[in-house]
């Protein structure tokens, strides 16, 4: 789950350094703004982190109200790309 922010970097970095493959980036994406949840990243700059980083982009799009039933759709999506498990990076947690 990549949010664009240093929490979410960061675990994707750590997840890299021990050797994982990821399927995807999956980003939840605020349909109403047109830009990323948290960092309001725009589609074309979050084209640009996938590309640069070689790693398919799942966006996500929600209004909000379906956003937990929308992820875990993004998740099923990534299981289908064989993922095996998912990565969240929350320093607060």
Known sequence: SYSCGKDS????HKMLAKGNVPVALIVMFNKEAGRSFFYGADEALLEKY???L???LIEVASCGEDYHSMM???LREAKKKGAEFACFGDIDQ
């Open 9 to 12: 970097t960061l675990a994707l």
């Open 50 to 52: 996938a590309d640069c």
């Open 54 to 56: 070689q790693i398919p």
């Open 72 to 74: 875990e759709k993004a």
